[in-house]
């Protein structure tokens, strides 16, 4: 089915997806890697060379860190977007733009097919196999490790079979994705919820209990829901979550453990650092506190949660999400101002807020007797408030009444 077939790869150097180079050469395939460059940390020129030496025609290395935070990133701050209230999609978010640029490439090199190395138990399946859908749909994606059906120690010992250098062992069994905004731990003893993460899972954030033991701040500057200054000095977006991570995860900042719904329908645990995701997020959602409505708020809320879930599963290039970047720029355009966070021993906390569209008015709030608060104007309210609430009760003997009868 492949032989003679031009294969785009999404290749990250890691143990899937270069066991997936030696298997798409065996099939007679022509594959080519694509290693798109998130901020994964990884020697590009390594990981090219990497691919070359396991059989690649041509391995392909593209910067998109400017393009990944500015047109995946920043809507998703906007969108204040935590899948399940806890996770900031950075790997969610990567894939359709890794999508996007392999369709790219397949064009380039006059590809039938792209590929990527997910199993058939993950999301990633589905957010490479949608967009492609979504962008590409002439296209056919394989999915070696998928289709393969083969288990990590399977692929390692393949990898060991056919001399593939991988970074996963037996010694250290963890299955690890990265980018600018976040990074992820998963496989091996992590998969029992039960089992406390060792202080080798993590990378980014320091052990709390050996984070400094004076608290630091951050100010982070919004304009229009985006951050655009860090502690008063004006950055770059990549630039800014780069620094982030580095300050607020030496205090600690930045840990999740979660238990996660996949979208096929098995529950995951997950281990995730995201220092700069969730300080930014943390503080973005103080600021609009200060700078939107009540209703704007409450339904922004609903919005957030189902932007979450459009990312999370691999609908990023759909009409409803284009819906609702649309509803949450719209709500952004107040949302100016500056956070202050203290980083303290792996927590964060907003400890000041001000903004020059504030919609908090110290002369209404305030208990003094020189507010500007009519109070006299409360009983009237509260009597029209309340109405309905006196009119049922008169009407149905009240809810004192309704818990009698209902005894009867």
Known sequence: MLENKKVVLAYSGGLDTSVCVKW?????????????????????DDV???????????????????????????????????????????????????????????????????????????????????????????????????????????????????????????????????????????AGPLEDPDHEPTSDVFELTAEPENAPDEAGYVEIGFEEGLPTTLDGQELPLVDLIEALNTTAGSHGVGRIDMVEDRLVGIKSREIYEAPAALTVIQAHQELETLTLTKDVLRFKATIEQRYAELTYDGLWFTPLKSALDAFVSETQKTVTGTVRLKLYKGSSTVVGRTAPNALYSKDL???DPNSTFDEAAAAGFIALWGLPARQWAGVNGGAEQSAISAKH
């Open 24 to 44: 798409l050469e065996q099939q007679g395939a022509i594959p080519y890697a694509l290693y798109l460059d998130l901020g994964q940390g990884e020697p590009a």
């Open 48 to 186: 090219r060379a990497k691919a070359l030496k396991i059989g690649a025609a041509d391995a392909f290395v593209r910067d998109a860190k400017a393009e990944f935070v500015e047109e995946y990133v920043a809507p998703a701050i906007k969108a204040n977007a935590l899948y399940g209230g806890k996770y900031p999609l950075f790997t969610a978010l990567g894939r359709p733009l890794i999508a996007k640029k392999l369709v790219e490439a397949a064009r380039e090199v006059g590809a039938t097919h792209i590929a990527h190395g997910s199993t058939g138990k993950g999301n990633d399946q589905v957010r490479f196999d949608v967009t492609t859908a979504s962008v590409a749909p002439d296209l056919t994606v394989v999915a070696p490790v998928r289709d393969w059906n083969m288990s990590r120690p399977e692929e390692m010992a393949y990898a060991e079979e056919h001399g593939i250098p991988v970074p996963t062992s037996k010694e250290s069994p963890y299955s690890v994705d990265q980018n600018l905004w976040g990074r992820s731990i998963e």
């Open 365 to 367: 709030a305030t208990y």
